[in-house]
């Protein structure tokens, strides 16, 4: 650990804990002036958060990414000067401290809740955010209003109406609530609302670890099972000053390299059937279900619960079972490319794939966009190899990238990323070394600070741990990849045809559910 020399910054390792006393509490206006000059300078808005702190004050904590992982936090009063105006990418992080602590940010564009959960703080109930001027047509609702009541944005003028989405869905898929202002087919402006299923999962950690913690992290968002659970090890090894063993890395990248795939070829399929072209949507169907089956070989279920535990992997396989997953990966690989090659030799595919849902480069470093929706903007940022760990520190994957920003670009960087997981999974599973996959974890250093970012297959996952005096678990942050990227798809549909809105929705493929969290 070293203190960065030309910000008052702290800066971490990925999957390192500090003494918390360490990191730097500045003055509202040096805490607001150092975020806004790093994140122009380039840095990302990895979290920013409230946390208790005693006596009923609340502090305001940042994570920023850049060549270096750096923490900066405030004693945050009753009101403060808001980032947003200059800083883009803490639009959706200010509205969640308005809600969970009724601090207001002033001079915030569209200060409305983000998850509709009650207050967590001594401010009350969330009135005491009022109506000023900066945002009179927008009143944050109280905890006595029911669920899900707002304001929305609204155009006026001649041929203008709203198009409301939801948010109940003809399919089995969480609630969200997307409202389209509309000029004839043309959408201007798209509003997406969720937190219908806000489950309170940060609420449940604090406290532990116990029996239960680690399945929170496994459900928080179903289809990133892999992703959460490995960050929440990692920030738990972290604390407890644990060292996993080789063979335990090597299988926690075979793992998270499965799901990506696995849900890569899910997307390009689930693609493929929003345009109407059946072949590869069958096809892929298909294949990602002989993914999924890889991970049931892992440890019998194929999302991989119950896989990766604190200290390593619950689960090992024997030289018979590796030499059937690499024939799987064979026959996976071969079938995917028949598959998804006839994607990029059909013109009438490609003809709506390409220029239509169009994230420009600029915009999508503005607002702090991550993962595939980020690469495919040309943004080359991974954490596998931004801020390498475990397995991804000895052998790298290299960043697949695309500059179209459009369907186009978000469906080619998945197709990349599957050629590229497909190589590590065989190399890494012909070389598996000898030996445990799992080490025992003591108690939790008390007082303590940690970060973990993890690659899941959406993008950047940020967990934020603190313990208190006796080494629990006294706060948890966690930040999903959608978190970051719902913005990016409401810019997508801009001046789009709102039929174009479920195969940009597709091509984003946020989560609710991790949203929700």
Sequence with gaps: MIRHELSPLLVLHNGHAVDESLAPVLALDEFRRTIVENVRAGARLAALFGRPVGNGSIRLVAVLARAELAVVSTEAAEQYAALTPDCEQAHGFEREIAEQWGIRPLGHPWLKPIRFQPPRGKKGTGEEMGTGPEQREVPVPSSSEPCGVTHFFRMEGEEVHEVAVGPVHAGIIEPGHFRFQCHGETVYHLEISLGYQHRGVERAVAGGPNKRTVHYMETLAGDTTVGHTHAYCRAIEALAHCRVPP????????????????????????????????PTMSFCGRIRGDVLNLTAMLCGNRFGRGLIRPGGMAFDIDAATTDKILQQLQAIDKDVHGAVELLWN???????????????????????????AARACGMEQDVRRDFPFAIYRFAQIPVSTWNTGDVFARAYVRWLEIQRSLKFLREQLESLPAGPVREAVGPLAPN????????????EICHVAFTGPRGELAF??????????????????????????????????????????
């Design 476 to 517: 948890y942050k966690i930040v999903d990849p959608s978190f970051h990227n719902w913005f990016g798809l409401a810019y997508a549909l801009r001046n789009q045809a709102i039929s174009d809105f479920p195969l940009c929705n597709k091509s984003f493929n946020l989560s609710y559910c991790g949203h929700d969290l």
């Design 448 to 459: 303590q600070l940690a970060l973990a970012l993890v690659e899941g297959w959406r993008g």
């Design 247 to 278: 063979r335990g890395q090597i299988l926690r990248g075979v793992a998270a390299e499965l799901e990506r795939v696995a849900n890569h070829i899910g997307d390009l399929g689930a693609l493929a059937g929003d345009v109407g072209f059946l």
């Design 346 to 372: 059909t013109p009438s595919v490609l003809a709506r794939f390409d220029g239509t849902g169009v994230v420009p480069a600029d915009v999508c470093r503005r607002i702090g966009m991550v993962g595939v």
